[in-house]
Nanobody, 118 residues
Framework: QVQLMESGGGLVQAGGSLRLSCVASGDTTCISTVGWYRQTPGNERELVANITRKFSFQADSVKGRFSISRANAENTVYLQMNSLKPEDTAVYYC?????????????WGHGTQVTVSS
């Protein structure tokens, strides 16, 4: 089992920055891809960014403003969010998926609220 704990959300003015952290605990041996999703009321969760040991991806809506990184020794993935816009307001969820050779599974954190005021 893997547990994911997000932190770093909060209230920020437009143009500001926040850094979200996702710490994984438990048996992380099989974790391959870690990502951040966000969700607003009435909408589906959308992928913001994800990262493997070799590659990273950012959605077009955040490209150039958000960056994702991982500190493997600390089992932590970060989402640096710069130039925040009101439309970035959402609950941000950490997501971790297992890799090749492991039982397929996806883990989710409980989410952290990000609110960007105009």
């Amino acid at each position: 089992q893997v547990q994911l704990m997000e932190s770093g959300g909060g209230l920020v003015q437009a143009g500001g920055s926040l850094r979200l952290s996702c710490v994984a605990s438990g048996d992380t041996t099989c974790i391959s891809t870690v990502g951040w999703y966000r969700q607003t009321p009435g909408n589906e969760r959308e992928l913001v960014a994800n990262i493997t040991r070799k590659f990273s991806f950012q959605a077009d809506s955040v490209k150039g403003r958000f960056s994702i990184s991982r500190a493997n020794a600390e089992n932590t993935v970060y989402l640096q969010m710069n130039s925040l816009k009101p439309e970035d307001t959402a609950v941000y969820y950490c997501n971790a998926g297992t890799g090749i050779g492991c039982v397929p599974y996806v883990y989710w954190g409980h989410g952290t609220q990000v609110t960007v005021s105009s």
